[in-house]
Structures are given as structure tokens and as C-alpha cells.
């Protein structure tokens, strides 16, 4: 009841606003709409190949970085500090300097043989960032497992490695799941940042129309294609988040079926 | 005849802390030795260095004429034969109990899964567990999930099979079934280190009884000799806790 009263003021107070129709006309402009609607949805493929591409390398170099920092013993050591300069480095640098300077940058040097493609760079770049954050996410998992796992499976004469990939890393990987779908969820919307360095995505798409109409009306277009994607993809991770908490609180009774089905391959 | 395990003068400190003060411990082959001593006195300890699970500060140990304790010495094939079993089970949660005991075979012996499977299998059906083969730790007992976990270990065919209080974390009516497996170890000629709190099974299952008080092993003996008519007054005072707790 409240929230309906509450949104019902709000409107209320929008509508009557003194510059509504004119607003009206610049944000929400049916034709407009219409027209620029098929365009943007065709240009966010772009965004959607960028995302899960990106996705996937990002996943295999986040648990690269997270590994290599979790190794024990002075013989790991150049190893975890150039991993810990690389994570500290890409969390200091906002994404869309590192964006601008790499995409803009390396072309810009003319090496034989390196792509000139923007789509590469942009691939490369979400990938150097992003991997910087999901390898924290991927050794939070990996420190959340007790030693005593890790003495197990050494005890049975695993070297360090086979101890990560098959005894840490599998069940690191589990409980990390949803918040690395929060971050992939981040990295969808953060595909827009590429269209500073000339990548014609749903953003740049977006820019143009815009131009072409004297209008806004397709930035409230490419909004609405974000929230349709994005919105379930947050809806199932507080799902499975839920689902974990329940499971744990019933005493982490599991279905072997669907584990076998997820996590199979790390076996 | 060389001993199955030998260990002389082993010290071991955790910062300030000191926890192993020397010892010196002979093991035959087949020998069955049961550790007791008060909780701090190194017992545990003492099983993770000879495991190398903790690095050691002074000291030897040798399996069978062999020198583990040397620099260069490749730890993890060390450890293939000396095999451990926790206190706390550490079984693998995300594996089945058939996978948790064929990790080892598979990934350090380099078994065909198919072999180490129906091994596994043959030890599974020994100790009763057959059926729990498709089963994972988090579906079984704790009497069961520390038989799983001395069959993980056994999959490996241990020299020597080191056991760290392996019941202290079951209910009572779940230690015989475990302590019926580890007797049937015995008697099948493993040789065991077993640290224990369970005095009337180091009677009965030990071939000796090493006392550890303050990081040092202060009396050894025949568990009827140790656990009746201990020489030191520090023995006497624990045994006497021990009966007075009803324990033996």
C-alpha cells in the first residue's frame, strides 16, 4: 500500500511538472522510439558477443591471477608479487583511462603484425581489467577453504598444483559463483565504456541517432535494452545465493545430479 | 631388519612456542604404536612432521633405511607412503566417496580410473562401505565418513598408516565401528602410529605405548606394563585423570 502511494505522489509530481511536455517531447518520443528501437537492438549484439567473450577469458585469467597469488613458499614469490602488482594496478586505474590509453595507445605504435581491429582491443581491454577484480573474488573462495583440505590432499602426495585443481579450486569456484555473476553483471553494462575508442556499439549507436534527431529518446531506448538484460540476470543470482544459504542452513544436504552436471568438468 | 620408521631427535617450535622437544622413536615393521599423553603434548604434531606436513627444526626421519628429513628430497613422494587419517575426517566435500579415495591412486600412482576404481571398490566392500560408494561425505555418519577417509588413505598402500585421534570428533556409539577397522588393520600387519584417548583400545590393539609429556616421549613400554604400573610419577598422575574420568 505504501509503495503505492508513494509512486503514485511521485508520478504525480513529474507529470504536473512545469517542463513535462517538453521533457515529453525530447525523452520519450514514440516515433523516435519506434524507429531507433531495431537499430540499437542490432548494434547491442556487438555489446552481448564483447560481454561474453570477455566473460569467458576473464573467468580463466581472474583464476590464473587468484592461483598464482595463493601459492605458498618463498619459491612462488616473483609470481605472487607480479600478480599482486597487476591486481593492485588495475584496481587503481579507472577502467576508462586504461580503455582510452591501450585502445588508443597500441595502435597507435604501429607494430608489425598487431590487429587494428577496435573490437580486439576492446576484447583485450575489459579482459585486463575485469580479471583484476574476479581474481579477488576467486581467492576470497580459495582462502574460505580450510588448510586442513589442502593437508589432506597433500598427505595423500598431491603436489601443490593438483591440490588447487582438484581439491581447493573446485570448491573455491562454488561459493564464489554468485558474486562473479555480480561482476558479470557489471561488465555488461561497462561494454559502453569501449565506444570511446571507436567500437560502434549500442552506446556509440546511441550517440549517433541521437545526433541525427536532435533528440534523447534513444538514450531511454538502450536504457530499457540494459534493464530487460540485466534485471535476470540479478534476479537469478540472488536466486542461487538463496538457494546456497538454505542448503547450508539445511545441513548441506545436496543433489549429487546437479552438482555432477556443474562442476563435473573439474574433476 | 631396518625399521619401518625411525625418528631421532626431532624438535619442533611454532614461534616462542616449543612443541617437540627430541624425540626419539623406533618402529618396527607390523609394530603397532599407540601415543598417549595430555592434550599440547605434541602428539598431533609429532604425526605432521613425520607426515612432513609441518617443516621440522632439528632431527631425522627415516622410512625404511630412507631419509626423508634430508634438503632435496621429494616431499610428495614421501608422503605416498606415509599416509595420514584426521581427526576431523578432511574428507574431499565436493567428491563422492568413491572419487575421494581414487584422487591419490589416480593423480600421484598415475592408475587407469577404471583400475583404481575397482580397487577402491574391493577396499570400500572390507570395510563395509560399498554402498555408500555414490554417496557424498556430507550424506554419511561420522563413523563413516572417518572409515572413507582410512580407506583414502589405505588406497595409497601406505609403509606406515599415522592416525591422529581419529574418533575424538564421533559420538560415542560410532567409535567402535571405527576402532574395529583400525583393529582389523593390526591384525592384518599394518604398521600403525596411532595417538589416541582411548586407553582400553591402546591396550588391546598396541604392541607399545609411548607416554608424551611436554614435547618429549617420558616413558615407553608393553600397554599392560605403561597402563597398570607406569615408573614416572607425570604417567601416574594421567592415567590416574584418565580413570578418574572413566575413560579406562
Not at chain 1, 600478480?83 to 594496478?89: E, F, I, R
Not at chain 1, 574476479?134 to 598444483?161: C, D, K, M, N, W
Not at chain 1, 538514450?219 to 540479478?234: E, G, M
Request: with cysteine.
Amino acid at each position: 500500500m505504501s509503495t503505492v502511494v508513494f509512486f503514485g505522489v511521485l508520478a504525480f509530481i513529474v507529470v504536473n511538472a512545469p517542463g513535462w511536455p517538453r521533457f515529453q517531447e525530447a525523452f520519450l518520443n514514440g516515433p523516435i522510439f519506434e524507429k531507433s528501437l531495431p537499430k540499437l537492438v542490432s548494434k547491442f549484439w556487438v555489446n552481448v558477443q564483447l560481454f561474453l567473450m570477455a566473460e569467458v577469458l576473464i573467468l580463466l585469467f581472474g583464476l590464473l591471477l587468484a592461483v598464482l597469488r595463493s601459492l605458498p613458499g618463498p619459491v612462488f614469490f616473483p609470481l605472487r608479487l607480479l600478480a599482486t602488482v597487476y591486481v593492485d594496478m588495475f584496481r587503481a586505474l579507472p577502467g576508462i583511462l586504461v580503455i582510452l590509453m591501450l585502445g588508443l595507445g597500441i595502435p597507435a605504435l604501429r607494430i608489425e603484425g598487431v590487429p587494428k581491429d577496435e573490437f580486439f582491443y576492446a576484447l583485450v581491454v575489459l579482459t585486463l581489467v575485469y580479471s583484476a577484480y574476479v581474481s579477488e573474488v576467486y581467492r576470497a573462495g580459495i582462502e574460505s577453504v580450510h588448510p586442513s583440505q589442502a593437508a589432506a590432499a597433500r598427505s595423500l602426495g598431491l603436489t601443490q598444483l593438483q591440490t588447487m585443481r582438484y581439491v581447493v579450486v573446485p570448491q573455491a569456484v562454488r561459493r564464489v559463483i554468485p558474486p562473479l555473476l555480480n561482476d558479470f553483471i557489471g561488465l555488461q553494462k561497462d561494454t559502453v565504456l569501449v565506444s570511446y575508442i571507436g567500437v560502434v556499439e549500442i552506446f556509440r549507436e546511441t550517440q549517433i541517432l541521437s545526433a541525427a534527431e536532435f533528440n534523447f529518446t534513444p538514450y531511454v531506448a538502450t536504457a530499457l535494452v540494459f534493464v530487460v538484460v540485466t534485471i535476470p540476470l540479478a534476479r537469478f543470482t540472488d536466486w542461487l545465493i538463496a538457494r546456497e544459504r538454505s542448503r547450508r542452513n539445511a545441513g548441506g544436504i545436496r543433489v549429487p545430479s546437479r552438482r555432477g552436471r556443474m562442476f563435473g568438468f573439474l574433476a | 631388519m631396518t625399521a619401518a620408521l625411525e625418528v631421532q631427535g626431532l624438535h619442533k617450535s611454532f614461534g616462542q612456542l616449543k612443541v617437540l622437544r627430541g624425540i626419539d622413536l623406533e618402529v618396527a615393521e607390523h609394530e603397532v604404536i599407540a601415543l598417549i599423553g595430555a592434550s599440547g603434548s605434541g602428539k598431533s604434531t609429532l604425526l605432521r612432521c613425520i607426515n612432513l606436513l609441518e617443516p621440522i627444526d632439528a632431527g631425522r626421519i627415516v622410512i625404511h633405511g630412507e631419509e626423508i628429513t634430508t634438503k632435496g628430497v621429494k616431499v610428495d613422494r614421501i608422503r605416498r607412503r606415509v599416509g595420514i587419517v584426521f581427526q576431523a575426517f578432511n574428507l574431499f566435500p565436493h567428491m563422492r566417496v568413491l572419487d575421494n579415495v581414487t584422487l591419490g591412486p589416480r593423480k600421484v600412482l598415475s592408475m587407469a580410473r577404471a583400475a583404481s576404481e575397482s580397487d577402491a571398490t574391493a577396499l570400500l566392500e572390507r570395510f563395509g562401505l560399498a554402498d555408500k560408494a555414490g554417496d557424498y561425505p556430507d550424506q554419511l555418519s561420522g563413523g563413516q565418513q572417518q572409515r572413507v577417509a582410512i580407506v583414502r588413505a589405505l588406497a595409497m598402500q601406505p609403509d606406515v598408516l599415522l592416525l591422529d585421534e581419529v574418533t575424538s570428533a564421533l559420538d560415542p556409539e560410532l567409535v567402535a565401528e571405527v576402532l574395529n577397522v583400525i583393529r582389523e588393520l593390526a591384525s592384518g600387519g599394518m604398521t600403525m602410529v596411532i595417538a589416541t584417548h582411548e586407553m582400553g583400545f591402546a591396550r588391546d590393539t598396541a604392541n607399545r605405548v609411548c607416554f608424551l609429556d611436554d614435547g618429549r616421549i617420558l616413558e615407553q613400554g608393553p600397554p599392560a606394563q605403561m597402563l597398570s604400573d607406569p615408573q614416572q610419577p607425570r604417567t601416574r598422575q594421567f592415567l590416574t585423570r584418565i580413570i578418574e574420568a572413566g575413560r579406562l
